[in-house]
């Protein structure tokens, strides 16, 4: 035990420091790009003072005074990225952040002119007179606002592609979720149908019945669809429609002669594609409880038609009303009885319905007062 808190403490320890590295990591990345904007920036600045320079004029770069520029920019950037745009642009006021940008940039300006009046060995060549005029302010919050734009431009570029990284990121979540749920809704449908079925074949094995080889491989062929066809997310239509068939076939084998059971499929297009094993709770369930009618005789219809791209199923049985029965049925898993809308298969179809097919599709079920009636409606045609 204590072995195992160890090697579990460990690799607790070793997550946190990798954790740790990727946001020091992700830091020096950031930190590393503003020092290379900074620096881009500063060669531009060298760049601009050789273009201003004229025949006769000194054109050496004056480095105290591009020196104090860039710190004067510096921090017009900063509090435009840190304050201004946080407190006030973000939170759509944007008057009070034009305005106080402005007084922003003409203080900082007034603040550098001042200075070179004060120290005139700061003032670059390009300044004819040793103590420039205030006006001078002009052009110097002129340069601030533009360098303000391109960065809050990059800012914003920066935080949109972060923010579109973590809607993907988001998505690719929520996507692996959808298919893991619908994985496991897909896992509950199977063990659920071939438990009732492996049932039936034990019960004919019991009787020595000379139907249980038919059952056997019958149950082989739908073994090999829910295996090797069922675990893509869409089969053809025709794929689902023949094993729907064959488990009709397999259900007649144990139930009375009397039952009349109908199947019609009125579909022009079996190239359809579908989510697997959507119809067969459904027949299930009227089979498992529309067959035990000794009042009228049982029968259960089912009907698959298809119009423009809309499949529409109906399978109808009578009605149990048996109170006893209902009473064992409960309200989760029998369709023959008031309410009972939910259960293992009826609730897993309605997940996967609201999982694959969202606004796409009708679900419901009918009662008379003699029959049941669930009908589906799925829109599986093209842009579905």
């Given at each position: 035990?204590?072995?195992?808190s160890?090697v579990?403490?460990?690799?607790g320890?070793?997550?946190?420091?990798?954790?740790?590295?990727?946001?020091m990591?992700?830091?020096?990345?950031?930190?590393?790009?503003?020092?290379?904007?900074w620096?881009?920036?500063?060669?531009?600045?060298f760049l601009?003072?050789l273009?201003?320079?004229?025949?006769?004029r000194?054109?050496?770069?004056?480095?105290?005074?591009?020196?104090l520029?860039?710190?004067?920019?510096?921090?017009?950037?900063?509090?435009?990225?840190q304050?201004l745009?946080?407190?006030f642009?973000?939170k759509?006021?944007?008057?009070?952040?034009?305005l106080?940008m402005?007084?922003?940039?003409?203080?900082?300006?007034g603040?550098?002119?001042?200075?070179?009046?004060?120290?005139?060995?700061?003032?670059?060549?390009?300044?004819?007179?040793?103590?420039?005029?205030?006006?001078?302010?002009?052009?110097?919050?002129?340069?601030?606002?533009s360098l303000?734009?391109?960065?809050?431009?990059?800012?914003?570029?920066?935080?949109n592609?972060r923010?579109?990284q973590?809607?993907l990121?988001?998505?690719d979540?929520?996507?692996r979720?959808?298919?893991a749920?619908?994985?496991?809704?897909?896992?509950?449908?199977?063990?659920?149908f071939?438990f009732?079925?492996?049932n039936?074949?034990y019960?004919?094995?019991?009787?020595?019945?000379?139907?249980?080889?038919e059952?056997?491989l019958?149950?082989s062929?739908?073994?090999?669809?829910?295996?090797?066809?069922?675990?893509?997310?869409?089969?053809?239509?025709?794929?689902?429609m023949?094993?729907?068939?064959?488990y009709i076939?397999?259900?007649?084998?144990?139930?009375?002669?009397?039952?009349?059971?109908?199947?019609?499929?009125d579909?022009?297009?079996m190239?359809?594609?579908?989510?697997?094993?959507?119809?067969?709770?459904?027949?299930e369930?009227?089979f498992?409880?529309g067959?035990?009618?000794?009042?009228?005789?049982?029968?259960?219809?089912?009907q698959i038609k298809e119009?423009?791209?809309?499949?529409?199923f109906?399978?109808?049985?009578?009605?149990?009303?048996?109170?006893?029965?209902e009473?064992?049925?409960g309200?989760v898993?029998?369709v023959?009885?008031?309410?009972?809308?939910g259960?293992?298969?009826?609730?897993?179809?309605r997940?996967?319905?609201?999982?694959i097919?969202?606004?796409?599709?009708?679900?419901?079920?009918?009662?008379?007062?003699t029959q049941?009636?669930?009908?589906?409606?799925i829109?599986?045609?093209?842009g579905?």
């Amino acid at each position: 035990m204590w072995e195992t808190s160890k090697v579990g403490a460990e690799v607790g320890a070793k997550t946190y420091i990798l954790a740790m590295i990727n946001r020091m990591k992700l830091k020096d990345s950031r930190i590393a790009q503003h020092l290379l904007f900074w620096g881009a920036y500063f060669i531009f600045l060298f760049l601009i003072s050789l273009l201003r320079s004229n025949e006769g004029r000194d054109v050496s770069f004056h480095l105290p005074f591009e020196l104090l520029q860039v710190t004067v920019m510096i921090s017009v950037v900063y509090v435009n990225l840190q304050v201004l745009i946080p407190r006030f642009f973000a939170k759509r006021k944007f008057f009070l952040y034009g305005l106080i940008m402005i007084i922003v940039v003409l203080v900082n300006g007034g603040i550098l002119v001042s200075f070179i009046r004060l120290f005139p060995d700061f003032s670059p060549p390009f300044i004819l007179k040793d103590r420039p005029s205030y006006m001078f302010v002009v052009p110097m919050a002129f340069m601030q606002l533009s360098l303000v734009a391109v960065t809050s431009a990059l800012h914003f570029m920066r935080d949109n592609l972060r923010l579109q990284q973590e809607a993907l990121s988001v998505k690719d979540l929520e996507s692996r979720q959808l298919k893991a749920e619908l994985d496991s809704l897909k896992a509950q449908v199977n063990p659920h149908f071939l438990f009732n079925s492996l049932n039936n074949i034990y019960s004919h094995s019991l009787l020595e019945s000379p139907q249980t080889p038919e059952l056997i491989l019958k149950l082989s062929g739908l073994l090999n669809y829910i295996i090797y066809e069922c675990q893509d997310e869409q089969v053809r239509l025709e794929k689902e429609m023949e094993f729907i068939s064959n488990y009709i076939a397999l259900e007649r084998v144990r139930i009375d002669e009397s039952v009349q059971v109908d199947l019609k499929v009125d579909v022009s297009d079996m190239s359809l594609m579908i989510a697997p094993l959507l119809f067969v709770p459904l027949i299930e369930n009227a089979f498992k409880h529309g067959v035990n009618i000794s009042s009228a005789q049982p029968f259960i219809d089912i009907q698959i038609k298809e119009d423009k791209g809309e499949l529409h199923f109906t399978c109808t049985n009578l009605r149990d009303n048996y109170d006893e029965e209902e009473k064992h049925a409960g309200s989760v898993e029998s369709v023959g009885s008031v309410g009972s809308v939910g259960g293992i298969g009826l609730e897993n179809v309605r997940k996967r319905l609201d999982l694959i097919y969202p606004g796409k599709h009708q679900f419901e079920i009918k009662d008379d007062g003699t029959q049941f009636s669930v009908e589906l409606r799925i829109t599986v045609g093209e842009g579905s």
